[in-house]
C-alpha cells in the first residue's frame, strides 16, 4: 500500500448492509415480490430488475415479525430526524414489522440500499404505510423513497442520503454527517464553525461529501475489495459539488475551489464511530472558525462585497428602490419565522471611505427593532479593518442598499444590486444618494 504525503488511507469494510421497517397493522396483502412488480414502469433500471434480482438470491431477506420482537425505536429521535404525528401515531399502532434487509460489497452502485429501499417502498405502498430507514431513524412515505431512487440516468440526490445534523458547544458548532458509512465511508465532521453558518456549511459539508463520495467509489472499481482507499488529504469543494448534491446542477454556476484538509480521527471507544475531520489548509493563519467564513464565501458567490459605486438615475439607483421597498417585507417574515427554510437573510450597507463608501454584505441575526439589524460580517472591509468575515456588526437600517435570500444553491431572492454589478456595465464614481 502506497502512502503518501498528499493521501490518506481510508480502510474499507468487507461488506455492507441495509435495514428497512414497514409498520403494519396485520400481516402483509400481497407477497414482496408483487408488490415490487407493481412498481413495473415507475421504478427506472436498473433498480428495479436490481430488487428483483436480489429478491431471488440469498444477499436479501424479507421477513414479517410481530413488533413485539423488537426493541422501541426511540420516538424523540425520529421527531427529531423528521417524523410527523401521523407517522408516530402509525408505528404505535402497528402490530407487526415487515423487516428488509440486503447485504452487498462496497462500490458503485450501493445495491444494498437501492434494493432494499425500493422493496420496503413497495410493501409500503402496498399497505398504505411508511418506510422507517434504520440507518437515518427517518420515516420515508413511498413516494418519497421511490423518487429518492436512481432515474433514468442513474443519477440521486445525495441529501436524499446523508445528512447533516449539528449540535453547538463553547468552541461553537459541531457538524457530522449520517449516511455515509452506507457507502463504506467513514462519517465527516467539522469543530468549531461559527454559529452564523448554520445552514452554509451543512451545504459545505454535503458538497464535501459528494466529492469524497466520488473519490471512495473511483477507489472500489477493482474486481476484488481493496483493504484501503487512498483520498486525498486537500479536498476540493466547489459550488457545482453542493448543487449537484442537492439535485440542482444548472442552479450554480462556477465558483472558486475551496480546498478541506482531511484527517482521520480514530474512535478511542471501541463501541464509537470514527470521522475524517473536515479542516483548513496548514498554515492558514488565524481561528479555523474564519477560513470556514471565507470558504462560505467563496462558494456562494452570487454575494460579493464591492467597492464600486451607484449611478444616480440608471439601474443601479432603480435596484437599490426595488431593494428598499422590499425591505420592509423581508424583515416581517424574518422575524415571522417565514423565510424558506433552510435558508438566510443577508443585507448589503455601505461603509463610509475616502472615495466614497464600500458596500459590504451581512449575515442577518437578529433585527427586533426595525430601525437596527445585528449581524455577522460575510466579507472583509477594505476601508473599516474592524469588519471581518464572520465578525458581528450591527447596521441602522437607514444604511441598507439591497438584501437577499440565499440557500445552497445561491440566491433565490433579492440581490438587484449585485445583478447590476455582475451585468458588467463599467461604474462611474459617484457616491450612491438615498
Given at each position: 500500500m502506497?502512502?503518501?504525503d ?6 474499507v469494510?468487507?461488506s ?5 421497517l ?8 400481497v407477497?414482496?415480490k408483487?408488490?415490487?412488480?407493481a ?8 433498480v428495479h430488475?436490481?430488487?428483483r434480482q ?18 422501541e ?8 430526524f ?5 407517522q408516530?401515531?402509525r408505528?404505535a ?11 452487498y460489497?462496497p ?7 437501492w434494493?432494499?429501499r ?5 410493501v ?9 430507514d ?12 421511490l423518487?429518492s431512487l436512481?432515474?433514468?440516468q442513474?443519477?440521486i440526490?445525495?441529501v436524499?442520503?446523508v445528512l ?6 463553547t468552541?461553537g458548532l ?10 463504506g465511508l467513514?462519517?465527516l465532521q467539522?469543530?468549531?464553525v461559527p ?5 452554509a456549511?451543512?451545504?459545505?459539508m454535503?458538497?464535501a461529501?459528494r ?8 477507489g472500489l472499481?477493482?474486481e ?10 486537500l479536498?476540493t469543494?466547489?459550488g ?6 442537492y439535485?440542482n446542477?444548472?442552479?450554480?454556476g462556477?465558483t ?5 484538509r ?7 471507544d ?6 475524517l ?11 479555523d472558525?474564519r477560513?470556514?467564513?471565507a ?18 438615475g440608471?439601474?443601479?439607483s432603480?435596484?437599490?428602490?426595488t431593494?428598499?421597498a422590499a425591505?420592509?417585507?423581508?424583515r416581517?417574515?424574518?422575524v415571522?419565522?417565514?423565510?424558506p ?6 443585507v ?7 472615495d ?8 442577518v ?17 477594505n476601508?473599516d479593518?474592524?469588519v471581518?468575515i464572520?465578525a ?8 441598507v ?9 445561491g ?5 438587484w444590486?449585485?445583478a447590476?454589478l ?6 462611474t464614481?459617484t457616491?450612491?444618494?438615498l
Amino acid at each position: 500500500m502506497l502512502i503518501t504525503d498528499d493521501f490518506l488511507p481510508v480502510p474499507v469494510p468487507e461488506s455492507l448492509s441495509a435495514t428497512y421497517l414497514v409498520p403494519m397493522v396485520g400481516l402483509p396483502k400481497v407477497s414482496a415480490k408483487t408488490a415490487v412488480a407493481a412498481l413495473t414502469g415507475r421504478l427506472a433500471e436498473p433498480v428495479h430488475g436490481l430488487a428483483r434480482q436480489m429478491l431471488d438470491s440469498p444477499l436479501m431477506s424479507v421477513d414479517t415479525r410481530p413488533i413485539t420482537e423488537f426493541p422501541e425505536l426511540p420516538p424523540d429521535l425520529l421527531t427529531a430526524f423528521g417524523a410527523t404525528k401521523e407517522q408516530l401515531a402509525r408505528l404505535a399502532a402497528a402490530t407487526h414489522l415487515v423487516v428488509v434487509q440486503a447485504e452487498y460489497r462496497p462500490g458503485w452502485p450501493p445495491a444494498h440500499e437501492w434494493a432494499a429501499r425500493a422493496v420496503a417502498a413497495a410493501v409500503a405502498e402496498s399497505v398504505d404505510s411508511d418506510v422507517v430507514d434504520v440507518f437515518g431513524l427517518q420515516f420515508l412515505d413511498p413516494a418519497t423513497a421511490l423518487r429518492s431512487l436512481p432515474d433514468e440516468q442513474g443519477r440521486i440526490r445525495l441529501v436524499d442520503w446523508v445528512l447533516v445534523p449539528y449540535s453547538s458547544d463553547t468552541e461553537g458548532l459541531w457538524f457530522t454527517t449520517k449516511g455515509l458509512r452506507r457507502f463504506g465511508l467513514l462519517e465527516l465532521q467539522t469543530q468549531g464553525v461559527p454559529d452564523h453558518l448554520t445552514r452554509a456549511w451543512g451545504a459545505v459539508m454535503t458538497g464535501a461529501a459528494r466529492r469524497l463520495l466520488r473519490d471512495w467509489t473511483d477507489g472500489l472499481t477493482g474486481e476484488e475489495v481493496p483493504a484501503f482507499v487512498q483520498l486525498p488529504v486537500l479536498a476540493t469543494v466547489t459550488g457545482h459539488d453542493i448543487a449537484v448534491a442537492y439535485g440542482n446542477p444548472e442552479q450554480h454556476g462556477a465558483t472558486a475551489p475551496v480546498l478541506l484538509r482531511l484527517e482521520l480521527d480514530p474512535a478511542t471507544d471501541p463501541e464509537a464511530d470514527s470521522f475524517l475531520s473536515l479542516r483548513p489548509p496548514a498554515g492558514h493563519p488565524g481561528p479555523d472558525g474564519r477560513y470556514y467564513a471565507a470558504a462560505c464565501a467563496t462558494l456562494f458567490s452570487g454575494i460579493q462585497p464591492d467597492v464600486r459605486y451607484a449611478r444616480s438615475g440608471d439601474a443601479m439607483s432603480r435596484a437599490v428602490a426595488t431593494a428598499r421597498a422590499a425591505l420592509g417585507d423581508a424583515r416581517a417574515r424574518f422575524v415571522a419565522g417565514q423565510l424558506p427554510s433552510e435558508s438566510q437573510l443577508v443585507v448589503k450597507y455601505g461603509l463610509p471611505g475616502d472615495d466614497g463608501p464600500e458596500y459590504v454584505w451581512a449575515g442577518v441575526t437578529s433585527w427586533e427593532a426595525p430601525e437596527r439589524i445585528v449581524g455577522v460580517s460575510a466579507s472583509d472591509a477594505n476601508t473599516d479593518q474592524s469588519v471581518r468575515i464572520g465578525a458581528p456588526v450591527v447596521v441602522e437600517t437607514s444604511d441598507v442598499v439591497d438584501w437577499a435570500v440565499l440557500d445552497a444553491t445561491g440566491v433565490i431572492e433579492g440581490g438587484w444590486t449585485q445583478a447590476v454589478l455582475d451585468s458588467g456595465e463599467p461604474p462611474t464614481p459617484t457616491p450612491l444618494s438615498l
